[in-house]
Every structure is written in C-alpha cells, then in structure tokens.
C-alpha cells in the first residue's frame, strides 16, 4: 500500500523529520520541496521532544494537525498514533483497520520493545511494525491464523515469537520446520530462523504470538 492509498497517515513525533529528510531521497529528479508538499502527513502526534522546529513549522504551515502530548510520559509516540487512528475510525470499519508502521525497527532496543509492546495493548487491531529488512505483526490466541505469503516481496526466513508468556502449545503448516502442538518459551525452544515452505501459513496457538518474516529488497 502506498502512502497515497492510505486514508490516514501520521507522523510519531520525529518521525517528522524522517520523512521531511529522507523522503526527496526516493525522487532524486524531482524538487525537494514538491515531493514535502505531495507527501505531507495528515498529523503530527507525540511528546515533541525529537522533531525540530523548522520540520514543525513547514507541515504545519502545510495544513498538518499537530498534536502536543507532552503531558502524558506513560505511552509511547506510537502508542498516541495508533490511540488517534482508532479513535478517528468507525466502529463499522474498526475490524477492517489495518496500521502499517515504518520505522518501527532497527533502532534502539527499548523503542523497538516499545513499539512491540504496542502491537499487545491494542491486540484487536491489525498492526504491522516494518524495518528495510522485515515486518512484524502479532496472532492473538484467540483465532487460527492463514498467512498468505506474497513471495515476491517477502520471505523466507521467518519466525513465531512467543513474548509476553510461553505458549504450551503451538501447531503450524507450511513451514521448513513445523510445530506440533510444541511448547514454546523463553529458556526453551523459540521458532526462530524457520523458513516458509507454501504460499500459506497456518497457525493455531493457545497463547499470542508474534510472526516476523523478512523482507526482500529490490
């Protein structure tokens, strides 16, 4: 999905500079400030204690709502976003929702843990957390998972982490390495540097698991 086809698109606090520094890069033979005006997010939230003033300044001169949230220290800029988008949605298209969210990895651990910590306090939205190298979402226990693996862009390596708690057990098709209603847990057997096999996954686990799956680059 595009940035155009989103119907909503938020910058987490410095991730306004991100986007402000690093977007012309994708359009070298265009003007800088013509891909800014073209790729402008909708909202600006956080605590404000990363993005810098002249980044501030340009988007809100653009139309950008900022939203200030210095006073609440207890969430995370991610956390403020995701909180606005639900909000900001239909109780109807609520199970629809899907957030994809760049940036979200690579970076220090304790925003990246952050960031999956995330993916549980709102654990009946769809949120994918993407990195130049890989994507991770979480399964919650209470469904059967299908994957359906889009090749061309993702795979093969890819894992099912269990955090937060162990899983006793876990059954899955279409991987190198299957579970059969195996234990997992920290200490113990973690699926990690698995491989997909099929073009679909399943997945059935009696606590939340997080699929992560690399990323294949152009």
């Not at 690093?22 to 070298?28: M, Q, V």
């Not at 204690?49 to 006073?71: A, P, Q, W």
């Not at 957390?129 to 993702?154: A, Y």
């Not at 894992?159 to 059954?171: A, E, H, N, R, V």
Request: proline share 4%; glycine share 8%.
């Amino acid at each position: 999905m595009g940035a155009r086809a989103a119907k909503l698109r938020l910058c987490a606090d410095g991730g306004a500079n991100r986007l402000y520094d690093d977007f012309p890069l994708f359009f070298p033979h265009q003007c800088p400030s013509e891909v800014r005006n073209r790729y402008k997010p909708d909202v600006i939230k956080g605590d404000m204690d990363s993005v810098r003033g002249d980044v501030l300044d340009f988007y809100k001169n653009m139309g950008t709502k900022i939203l200030n949230k210095s006073e609440d220290q207890d969430t995370t800029d991610l956390h403020k976003c995701v909180t606005y988008i639900k909000d900001s949605t239909l109780d109807q298209e609520k199970s629809n929702l899907c957030i994809l969210v760049a940036g979200a990895l690579g970076g220090r651990f304790d925003h990246e843990m952050g960031n999956i910590n995330v993916l549980y306090r709102f654990s009946t939205i769809r949120i994918v957390l993407l990195s130049d190298d890989c994507l991770i979402h979480l399964l919650p226990r209470t469904h059967q998972h299908e994957i359906h693996i889009q090749s061309s862009v993702e795979g093969p390596h890819c894992g099912l982490i269990p955090i937060g708690m162990p899983s006793g057990m876990t059954t899955t098709s279409g991987l190198e390495w299957d579970l059969n209603d195996t234990e997992m847990r920290f200490g113990g057997l973690v699926s990690t540097s698995n491989l997909v096999k099929q073009d679909k996954i399943t997945v059935q686990s009696d606590s939340d698991l997080l699929w992560t799956i690399s990323l294949k680059k152009k």
